[in-house]
Structure formats: C-alpha cells, structure tokens
C-alpha cells in the first residue's frame, strides 16, 4: 500500500520561511517524480512545484519561482518544498503526489500524472 505522508505546514508572516516535507512508502521512491500541489479555500488545487525520480529536472509555477525550492532524498524516501518568502496568497493545504510512470526525465506539471496523493498539510500566511 503506497502511503505519502505531509509535515511541516504551520502559520508564518509574511516573508518568512517553512520547509514541507514528504515520506512516501509503498513504492520504490527512486523510480518516481514527485510533485507538490496545493489548494486555497474556495479555489482548485494547483500545481506548485515537480521534481524528477533522480532530482536532475524540477518545474515551478509561475507564482513560486525564484521562492520556493523542491528537492529529494532518496535514501530517505523523502521530498521536500523548501518556500521562503512567503506571501499570504501562498495559503492553503499542500499535497504531495507521486507520478504514476517510472523513469522519466521530465518533471510532470499536471494532476492527471499523478496516481498517489497525501492527506495534506496546512500552510498559512498571515499579512
């Protein structure tokens, strides 16, 4: 059973920092892409940030370039989103997913790529 655990939301101010991670069991974690998406109250969920199965290759939105940084731990079966600057826009609850395909060396920017998918955590940001 793939299990994809989330940890690290908590609520910030503006322009600080938090760092999520993501333990994902189940599966063979050096065979997948990874990705980040979230979702703000009343709004649909949202691609934030993807990374391939050997970290070579990552894609950000538009809205978290240059802020927020994805990357993996293979030997740890762990994902990570490293966000600074946070914004208030930048609220809502953060899923991790993992690609539904093996080896590929593009970081998948859509959540039709994705087949397994965390719980969540809460990321709030306060003006």
């Known amino acids: 059973q793939v299990q994809l655990v989330e940890s690290g939301g908590g609520s910030v101010q503006a322009g600080g920092s938090l760092r999520l991670s993501c333990a994902v069991s189940?599966?063979?974690?050096?065979?997948?892409?990874m990705g980040w998406f979230r979702q703000a109250p009343g709004k649909e969920r949202e691609f934030v940030a993807a990374i391939t199965y050997n970290g070579y290759n990552t894609a950000y939105a538009d809205s978290v370039k240059g802020r927020f940084t994805i990357s993996r731990d293979n030997a740890k079966n762990t994902v990570y989103l490293q966000m600074n600057s946070l914004k208030p826009e930048d609220t809502g609850v953060y899923s991790c997913?993992?690609?539904?395909?093996?080896?590929?060396?593009?970081?998948?920017?859509?959540?039709?790529?994705?087949?397994?998918w965390g719980q969540g955590t809460q990321v709030t940001v306060s003006s």
């Open positions: 997913a993992t690609d539904r395909v093996v080896f590929v060396g593009v970081a998948a920017t859509t959540e039709g790529r994705y087949d397994y």
């Open positions: 189940g599966r063979t974690f050096s065979k997948y892409g």
